[in-house]
């Protein structure tokens, strides 16, 4: 049980263009969904809090306008990277709550050229 | 300010060699204290919760352990498939949203 997926596993875009990523919890529904963000040898930094049926609440420092979080149903939220460039290029990882723990997804590896 | 400090940084361990991982923590109010294992290029894979001080949970060649100061993740005779990164986080008390505080992470690497 308490199974995530992500979609797509990896993407390279251009500068300038938009890339969404999808995370769904496949066994179970899930009210929040966290994204966060992982540099080469670092540690996970989370970006924001999705909440099903409301607005995403995002960390210091993180611009809403640039990374849209929808999270239209208990089972799907996604994160849009509108206008993306080199320096967004990151490993995303979306997470799912059950009671008080949150398990994974696998990750998308996003390379913006 | 909660804070994780995860030690040693990378730990290289022989076969069957038994070892432990430390994770310190200051955090107001401990709700609860996760390890994860990432393997790279992936997402964590949940290992244990960990609640209140003395309190231990077994999966496995793997014990984890609970004070109020820090966690210690006991590998017992390990193998090859247990080189990982494992992650420690803690989550402090208030709100049902409450978020994750993550260490660095501890990179094992067992040599058969």
């Known amino acids: 049980g308490a199974v995530v997926s992500q979609h797509p596993s990896r993407v390279i875009c251009k500068s300038g263009t938009s890339v969404k990523i999808e995370c769904r919890s496949l066994?179970?529904?899930?009210?929040?969904m966290f994204w966060y963000r992982q540099f080469p040898k670092k540690s996970l930094m989370l970006m924001a809090t999705?909440?099903?049926?409301?607005?995403?609440?995002?960390e210091q420092g993180v611009e809403k306008d640039k990374f849209l979080i929808n999270h239209a149903s208990l089972t799907l939220s996604t994160l849009t990277v509108t206008s993306a460039h080199p320096e967004d290029s990151s490993f995303y990882i979306c997470?799912?709550?059950?009671?008080?723990?949150?398990?994974f997804g696998p990750g998308t590896r996003l390379l913006v050229l | 300010e909660d804070q994780v400090t995860q030690s040693p940084e990378a730990l290289r361990l022989q076969e069957g060699e038994s070892s432990s991982l430390n994770c310190s923590y200051t955090?107001?109010?401990?709700?609860?204290l996760f390890w994860y294992r990432q393997d790279p290029g992936k997402g964590p894979e949940f290992l244990f919760t960990?609640?209140?001080a003395g309190e231990e949970k077994e999966k496995e060649r793997l014990k984890a352990t609970l004070t109020k100061k820090e966690s210690f993740l006991h590998i017992t005779a390990p193998k090859p498939e247990d080189s990982a990164t494992y992650l420690c986080?803690?989550?402090?008390?208030?709100?049902?949203?409450?978020?994750?505080?993550f260490g660095k992470g501890i990179t094992l690497s067992v040599r058969p």
């Open positions: 986080a803690v989550q402090a008390r208030g709100g049902a949203n409450s978020k994750l505080t």
């Open positions: 960990l609640y209140s």
């Open positions: 999705s909440n099903e049926g409301s607005k995403a609440t995002y």
């Open positions: 997470s799912a709550k059950v009671l008080e723990t949150q398990y």
């Open positions: 066994d179970f529904q899930a009210t929040t």
């Open positions: 955090v107001s109010g401990l709700r609860g």
